[in-house]
């Protein structure tokens, strides 16, 4: 039997390093994923590029359960609920992941074709799109959204370091798959980009099944689907109440991001590239703050779940002061060597330029960044979602959106202008959701 654990128990090191060991290994695989189809047809990355927006919204639908999920979980968890109840946000979350990845199996299958026809596109991208998505958001929607929630119920419990595990299964099994298919690897034939995205769909089911291995191992995971239809409405609320609001705050930012980049196209090709190139380079600093930020949230959830707010409160400052130095001391790091990561990138000398001093602007982003990354973590934990999430999305297109077009656009101050409002729009939401955790309202948000 394994040794029965909780996050209260877990260092934040340990708890923490999985998620940004995770995040980052994330990153990897798609920018090695992204070569490898370069080297096979640009139409194909043309396409796979076009459809991981509608992936990615997709994701998002999945996430209102699973984020939702977690925090209950982790709250139910410090107030030792009982087995039943812990079990019973299980069994809501299942339904839940099951009726949407249904319906969005059904809508992607039978619905591509149609959204595919809203675009202007050359017939071997329409071709390369509808078989990369039919197959991997078709298809193989269930497995991405058991996965999401097989992964929010461990993550619950403290299990960081096998979500990790199954990250790394799932994509090897994904670039091995995309080995095999592009090139033809052991005398098998070239599948092409449906090989693709069968391999994405075996690596996610593979992950589900190393997750189902995790939860039947660990005996304190409550996973059930025994008497799954007799579960209570209030389970079903108190998930979404949480995971609505989340996932309505992603789908904003995101938005604010296509809006801000299709301002950066009116300054050409190079702005782009560079502004590319700099945001893969940033992500390694700011998965730091995102592993930090996950980490916080299932602490602070344990916390006020046992009835310690003032140890999530305490706690908070010290992870908020790592969080920011670590960030801090890596964006310097890369700045120290941007005169041999850069070119790694590219060659061209006015994107090097560009890229060279948008680095330098990045030490204001990525500070506010983890400012604002792991206060939230902890108000959300907390079950303090109203605020956080609409004062981001008013920061979002109030501060972000409309000064990167002052800035940028209006004032002729390019890409520094766009970093300079992103910069300002993470700090002073990182500022403003600081100065709420130090108001302790949110110690009155508990859902226990």
């Known amino acids: 039997m394994s040794e029965k654990k909780n996050p209260g128990t877990i260092s934040m090191f340990a708890l923490a390093l ?9 990153i990897l695989v798609s920018s090695i994923d992204t070569v490898m ?5 640009n139409a194909a990355v043309a396409a796979v590029g076009m459809t991981s927006q509608y992936a990615f919204f997709i ?11 977690m925090i209950v979980l982790s709250q139910y968890i410090g107030a030792k609920k009982s087995k039943e109840e812990l079990g019973n946000i299980a069994k809501a979350s299942i339904i839940m992941v099951v009726s949407f990845s249904i319906i969005m199996s059904m809508v992607v299958i039978f619905g591509t074709g149609a959204l595919l026809s809203c675009y202007t596109l050359e017939e071997s991208v329409r071709n390369y799109a509808h078989e990369y998505f039919v197959i991997f958001c078709g298809y193989g929607s269930v497995f991405i959204a058991f996965n999401l929630m097989q992964g929010a119920v461990v993550r619950a419990y403290g299990y960081t370091k096998q979500i990790l595990y199954a990250t790394i299964l799932a994509n090897l099994i994904n670039v091995l798959g995309n080995a095999i298919s592009l090139y033809g690897w ?7 980009l449906p090989g693709v995205a069968i391999s994405s769909v075996i690596g996610n089911f593979f992950s589900c099944v190393f997750l189902a291995c995790v939860i039947r191992r660990k005996k304190e995971i409550q996973f059930s689907v025994k008497n799954i239809f007799s579960v209570e409405k209030t389970y079903f609320k108190k998930i979404l109440k949480i995971g609505i609001p989340t996932a309505g705050e992603n789908l904003s930012y995101n ?3 296509i809006v801000i980049m299709a301002m950066i196209t009116t300054l050409g090709t190079a702005a782009m590239s560079a502004q590319v190139y700099t945001q893969t380079i940033c992500r390694f600093v700011f998965v730091v703050a995102v592993g930090i930020g996950s980490a916080t949230q299932i602490k602070t959830g344990f916390f006020v779940g046992s009835k310690n707010p003032d140890v999530a409160y305490r706690n908070l400052w010290l992870y908020q002061f790592c969080g920011t130095m670590t960030s801090m001391v890596l964006i310097v790091l890369i700045n120290l060597g941007k005169g041999f990561i850069v070119p790694m990138f590219t060659k061209d000398p006015v994107i090097v330029g560009y890229v060279s001093s948008l680095l330098l602007y990045s030490c204001y982003i990525e500070f506010g960044r983890s400012l604002n990354l792991i206060s939230i973590g902890g108000l959300k934990g907390a079950g303090d979602v109203g605020f956080p999430v609409g004062y981001g999305i008013f920061s979002m297109w109030c501060i972000m ?3 990167s077009y002052i800035l940028g656009i209006k004032m002729g101050l390019g890409l520094i202008g766009f970093w300079l409002a992103i910069g300002t729009d ?9 100065l709420r955790w130090k108001s302790k309202r949110w110690q009155t948000k508990a859902l226990v």
């Open 426 to 434: 993470e700090t002073t939401r990182g500022i403003v959701m600081l």
């Open 37 to 41: 189809l370069s080297g096979y047809d």
């Open 59 to 69: 994701n998002i639908l999945y996430n209102v359960v699973c984020v939702g999920t």
């Open 255 to 257: 938005v604010a991001q």
């Open 18 to 26: 999985p998620l940004c060991l995770e995040q980052g290994f994330r």
């Open 186 to 192: 052991f005398g098998l034939p070239v599948f092409g």
């Open 401 to 403: 959106v409309l000064f």
